[in-house]
T-cell receptor, first 110, second 114 residues
Framework: GIQVEQSPPDLILQEGANSTLRCNFS?????LQWFHQNPWGQLINLFY???GTKQNGRLSATTVATERYSLLYISSSQTTDSGVYFC????????????FGTGTQLKVEL | EPEVTQTPSHQVTQMGQEVILRCVPI?????FYWYRQILGQKVEFLVS????????KSEIFDDQFSVERPDGSNFTLKIRSTKLEDSAMYFC????????????FGDGTRLSIL
């Protein structure tokens, strides 16, 4: 099956700092989604981005499908950004299921 | 915005008992999924469901698990004879179509087996 790797595994930021999270995948994908898992365990859908660039407020994401990676940018981080960020992919030939990466644990401190 | 809703939010059950986790997918969605996340680990696919039958299942989804769409709105996951290792967060998701469509996730049911 497809391998999905995220980096860094852990990240600590001061409030106001910017960061880039990376997701590498080993095969062609039909779908890529970024999620934020908050401290209560809820999975918040951030982006559906199989290719190209999207922006939503302080967050933006870019997927370069031909090079098999996606980036999530967080600007002017806030304490409420803390949690785990997952990318998940649906790979071509893999049915409709999402395969999740291992996540990036982000902590934003005052 | 339409949501996927899951009940209960937290379920505590004795080992060996049966549990049913309930989900109401988004109304015009046709594909339904269950995922599981053991504490501290990544989210894992369990099963997908389309047109009233299982379209794909993972190795985790063994004979103790079953899914059902008992009516036009609910989608359930049943775990027979629960084990301690079934303790996890269970997420339901739905999508409008299969493939190249985003999956929308519910808030999850935290299942604790004692």
């Amino acid at each position: 099956g497809i391998q999905v790797e995220q980096s860094p595994p852990d990240l600590i930021l001061q409030e106001g700092a910017n960061s880039t999270l990376r997701c590498n995948f080993s095969d062609s994908v039909n779908n890529l989604q970024w999620f934020h898992q908050n401290p209560w365990g809820q999975l918040i859908n951030l982006f559906y981005i199989p290719s190209g660039t999207k922006q939503n407020g302080r967050l933006s994401a870019t997927t370069v499908a031909t090079e098999r990676y996606s980036l999530l940018y967080i600007s002017s981080s806030q304490t409420t950004d803390s949690g785990v960020y997952f990318c998940a992919v649906e790979y071509a030939g893999g049915g409709n299921k999402l395969t999740f990466g291992t996540g990036t644990q982000l902590k934003v401190e005052l | 915005e339409p949501e996927v809703t899951q009940t209960p939010s937290h379920q505590v059950t004795q080992m060996g008992q049966e549990v049913i986790l309930r989900c109401v997918p988004i109304s015009n969605h046709l594909y339904f999924y269950w995922y599981r996340q053991i504490l501290g680990q990544k989210v894992e696919f369990l099963v997908s469901f389309y047109n009233n039958e299982i379209s794909e299942k993972s190795e985790i989804f063994d004979d103790q698990f079953s899914v059902e769409r008992p009516d036009g709105s609910n989608f359930t996951l049943k775990i027979r004879s629960t084990k301690l290792e079934d303790s996890a967060m269970y997420f339901c998701a739905s999508s409008e179509r299969g493939g190249v469509q985003p999956q929308h996730f519910g808030d999850g049911t935290r299942l604790s087996i004692l």
